[in-house]
């Protein structure tokens, strides 16, 4: 009923540390990624090729790939929108890029200033490139739960923008509950309406925990056939775009949970905690992982 195996997706130092308030420094991002590293994590999600004046904390992005030193087997991933990105990213050696488009029109333009279709359109020679440089390139599909400006979104419309994304040549779609509001019910509604078109074996999940949902959202998913997860290490995160947004799944969470199943992460989890309260010390804030927080109180 359950996969032997779950990719974890750590999207840390990109979700996470883009919705800093002040600038992280340039060594915390290195050491941050290199301990995630450390401690098993085989894709990274390490930066993004945004423009810096939508999203400052991101613009030192080219440097964090310069300086990080890379383990052998992990996948360096960034966000690139546009041709520009992609120049960037791989002027940055990077290992995987993703495009990020939504379900949502108005977060669209909040997000990305376009609608879907045009971001559709623009994430064309990015995956045009991509595969002339055989980059696996990865599609995130946000608000798939719903959203902070529209409410409900409509499963039938993820599944249209899933659908897109693969057809232009995304290996693997992430379906983002940007804002959280997502439970049990309308996860497995959603996972039902996209299997219809698309195989699962193509698609990841991104919960974001704003009420506590996200790991009984994980569960569903696995339930379903999906074996790649997102999360972050300590619950970093929320969107600079989606008000109220609170962090991703924290990571440690993720793979305590995963652990107790007997599913394979290659994580060690003592090692990704330290480097959670580690990162959670550098940037004075309390830790989002109950593992954490529990791992904390034995120390
Ligand atoms: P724009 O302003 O509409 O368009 O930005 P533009 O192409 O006219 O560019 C304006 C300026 O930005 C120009 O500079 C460009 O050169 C520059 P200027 O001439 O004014 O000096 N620019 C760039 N600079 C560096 N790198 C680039 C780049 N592109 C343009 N790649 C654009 C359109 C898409 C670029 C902008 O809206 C943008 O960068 N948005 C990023 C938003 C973002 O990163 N959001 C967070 C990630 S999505 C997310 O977190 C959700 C997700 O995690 C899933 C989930 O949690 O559910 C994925
Ligand atoms: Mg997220």
Redesign the pocket.
């Known amino acids: 009923m359950y996969p032997p195996y779950v990719k974890v997706v750590e999207?840390g130092p990109r979700?996470g540390l883009?919705n800093e308030q002040s600038i992280v420094p340039l060594h915390t991002k290195i050491t941050l990624i290199e301990q995630l590293a450390a401690a098993g994590c085989q894709y990274i999600e390490s930066g993004?090729?945004?423009?810096?004046?939508?999203?400052p904390q991101?613009a030192d992005s080219g440097l964090v790939f310069k300086h990080i030193t890379r383990h052998p087997g992990v996948h360096y991933s960034a966000?690139?929108?546009?041709a520009?990105?992609f120049r960037?990213a791989i002027s940055s050696s990077v290992d995987e890029i993703a495009v990020?488009a939504s379900a949502s029109e108005s977060f669209s333009q909040k997000?990305?200033?376009?609608s879907i279709q045009q971001s559709l359109v623009r994430f064309q020679p990015v995956l045009d490139m991509a595969r002339a440089h055989h980059l696996p390139v990865r599609g995130?599909v946000?608000?798939v739960l719903g959203c902070p400006y529209e409410g409900n979104i409509s499963p039938s419309k993820v599944t249209t923008v899933s659908k897109s994304l693969l057809d232009m040549g995304c290996y693997e779609i992430?379906l983002?509950?940007?804002i959280g509001v997502g439970t049990p019910n309308k996860t497995a509604q959603l996972l039902n309406k996209i299997s219809e078109e698309i195989d699962l074996k193509h698609v990841a999940v991104?919960f974001?925990d704003t009420y506590g949902q996200a790991l009984a959202n994980v569960l569903i998913a696995l339930q379903h056939g999906v074996t790649v997860v997102d999360s972050a290490i300590s619950g970093l995160g929320g969107?600079?775009?989606a008000q109220g947004a609170s962090g991703?799944l924290a990571t440690e969470d993720l793979v305590y949970m995963l652990n107790g199943m007997a599913i394979k992460t290659g994580i060690d989890l003592h090692k990704l905690t330290q480097a959670g309260l580690n990162i959670m010390q550098a940037l004075n804030k309390p830790t989002q992982s109950k593992v954490a927080l529990a791992f904390k109180s034995h120390i």
């Open positions: 999207v979700d883009q993004s090729f945004v423009s810096p004046k939508w999203v991101m966000l690139t929108p546009n520009e990105g960037a990020f997000n990305i200033n376009c995130y946000s608000c992430s983002g509950d940007t991104h974001h969107c600079p775009y991703n």
